[in-house]
């Protein structure tokens, strides 16, 4: 997709507040952020530790874009 894009990093909502729809109310906000600011996407990086986190990305209509890769040098 061409165009502006709205990027988060470490969105991270409280573990006693996901039942209290935190994380939904930031996904709303960085959305709407989003449109406000024309941009056409919402992109966000997730460590894959995060299982839970990645559920409720798939729920919020998210997919996988690509992987990140790392090697230590040293």
């Known amino acids: 997709m061409v165009g502006k894009k709205i990027y988060s990093e470490d969105l991270v909502a409280d573990a006693n507040t996901t039942v209290k729809g935190v994380g939904r109310a930031l996904m709303d906000f960085?959305?709407?952020e989003g449109r406000d600011r024309g941009c056409v996407s919402l992109e966000l990086e997730s460590g894959t530790q995060r299982?839970?986190?990645h559920k409720f990305y798939y729920r919020e209509g998210f997919s996988i874009k690509a992987f990140g890769f790392k090697q230590p040098l040293a």
């Open 30 to 32: 960085l959305k709407q």
């Open 51 to 53: 299982e839970q986190a």
